[in-house]
């Protein structure tokens, strides 16, 4: 009896037990699908239940335009393509595949020109097969018109749902115009959503952007439903006050001076005179390969570089102005050499070692950029003590130079000048004398722009600005205008007398800029060189320099104010480096905007030299010379032929037949390129160009027997 009674009681705790681990395991999976699984059977539930999830519907940024509308940056979609083998359709209907694969992959042969029909056929009935769900149709991104000429292929144009056909949407920021102005238009980040990242994009990135929008997607037999609660608000458009030809003519003339001069860096900036719009700008910094180039920096805008030699303009400015000096003055600036304390380096003029300028009026010193003479003219004018010194930083200051100005764009740096009184490292014995030849105070170079413009805008000091208008489908939103700084820097007779110091500058005997003189219009400004600071310790670095050049043109009717930086060139010269580039600029630029018929300026021409002569012209095409001679109404007399010599006689231009062989290297010189480009590569010839303007050595003598593939240097000036 006993022993029945035990065999009850186990197997009734061998029941218990069974029941009490099963319903532990209960406990611990219900536990688990609570916390570790839960997220997973969320979204099965709202797969599988119809439940509606909301989706971002993201904007389309806006564009980035020139003054004259054409774009600069704009967002642009591409698509990765696939088909999904097991959309119900096709499941239910194979024979629409396999009836239509042979003309989807002829299509697709042709459009993108890979591969043969066969191997897509291949590869498509391949995925059918094996009922692949994300089949790439092509590895790499298509953009819009292609995936929308997909569309209208064979079995494609039935729909995505039932051709299987689909594309992920990829939306990337592009540059039309590649390098121009590439700094100051900006950049964006990787993720569109995060904005932009410099530049425009940044500054203007919240009208932009946009505002996004809302839709919901939802499971509904079988299938995604996607429906649009509230559609996007597109960004907003930007308009820039940048001139892409004017761009074009910046980039090219700074790279030749970088590459003919193996330069570190260098900038270009132009402004229009009377509304302070900035029609180009330029960054452009050394690459690992020589002669290579890019836009890196917006070092217009952010490089505090020491002024140099442009910024005597305005100290000058401040004395004649005060009345503390006349432009009749003179002063003795001796054997070009210095030393006016033991404690203080010495004073060296750029000609010391000819012996220096001697005794010259105080407008020769600007003309010679004379250290020394600016050394001695602001002594003179503000004595030896903290408290007189002060008076010219103070006059600057009301000028408004060294006053920051808001640029709006990411990263302009705001000028820095000592003060004699407030700041504890002014030195009564070297910072005066530093900052007369522009050191000690740093500034921008768009800062240096801003102060000559004032000079050529009848003295109105203005804010140079980027952005013209935001607008919205066309239609302008917000407009924004010239904003003046300072109505007037200085008087009225101080402003006219600088004006023609800096005319002088480019035109007078001892201007230091006379490279920048042009034949073609009246050219102001000033040159300036600056010794370079090693970022590392402080130090100035010896034998490295940083020119530059700012002036304005034309000088008798200011259109444009431009400044020209080159960084570390191997002569440094600013007038062969930054001049000579600013000149170029200066002269094509007018040439671009002239509204003058080819008669009218070749008269003006004629009437600025003061003599009459008639235009030059170059050897080459008969043809084209005869047209551009019966444009400027000038005679065309000799012989004529396919090619041409010519010589230049009083009011007429003679001709005379050019010898071109067909098998001989011809003489070019005196061609354009063109002509002489096309007459070499004919023969076959690897043709390599340095500099602008008419041929005038080419590095294979003519005569010479033509061999294809031989490589020929020519030089034109």
Known sequence: MADKRTDIIFRFGLVYAVFVVLFALVIVKAAKVMTVERNGWLELHAKTSGEKQDVVEPPKRGNIYACDGRLMASSVPTYRVYMDMRVEYLKENPDVFYD????VALCLSRMFRDRPASAYKSALV??????????????????YYQWKEMQTFPLYRLGRYKSGLFADEYVQRVKPFGSLASRTVGDVYADLTKGGSSGVEYSFNRVLTGKPGLSTVQKVANRYERVVVQEPEDGMDVVTTLDIDMQDISEHALLDVLRRYNARSGYAVFMEVETGEVKSIVNMYRGSEPGVYYEKENGALSDMMEPGSTFKTLVLMAALDEGRVSLDDTVDVGNGRLKYHPRAPEVTDHNARKGGYGRISVANVIHGSSNIGMHKIVYDAYGNSRKSQAELVDKLHDMKVGVPMDLDIKGAAKPKIKHPVEDKSWSTVTSLSAISRGYEIVMPPIYTLAYYNAIANDGKLIRP????????????????STETINPAICKPSTLKAMQQVLLDVVEGDMGTARPVKSDFMHIAGKTGTARMVDERTGQYLWGHHRVSFCGYF????????????VNDPDVPSAGLTSGVAFKNIAERTMA???????????????LMRGVEVTPHSKKGYYEALQTVMRGVHQPL?????????????????????????????????????????????????????????????????????????????????
């Open 126 to 143: 391949a995925a059918f097969k094996r009922k692949t769900g994300r089949f790439a149709v092509y590895p790499k991104r298509i953009p």
């Open 592 to 606: 671009l905007k002239a509204e003058t018929t080819p008669r009218e300026v070749a008269a003006d021409t004629l």
């Open 100 to 103: 239509n694969v042979d003309s």
């Open 465 to 480: 600005f980027f952005v013209k208008s935001v607008s919205k489908d066309g239609q302008p939103v917000k407009t924004f």
């Open 554 to 565: 034309p000088a008798d009717h200011p259109r444009y104010t431009g400044i020209v930086v």
């Open 637 to 717: 007399v000799g012989e004529s032929a396919e090619w041409v010599e010519v010589a230049e006689e009083e009011n007429r231009t003679r001709v005379a037949a050019a010898d071109v062989a067909a098998d001989t290297i011809p003489d070019v010189r005196g061609m354009g390129a063109k002509d002489a480009v096309y007459l070499l590569e004919k023969l076959g010839l690897d043709v390599r160009i340095q500099g602008r303007g008419r041929v005038v050595t080419q590095s294979v003598l003519h005569g010479t027997p033509a061999t294809r593939g031989r490589k020929i240097t020519l030089v034109l000036r």
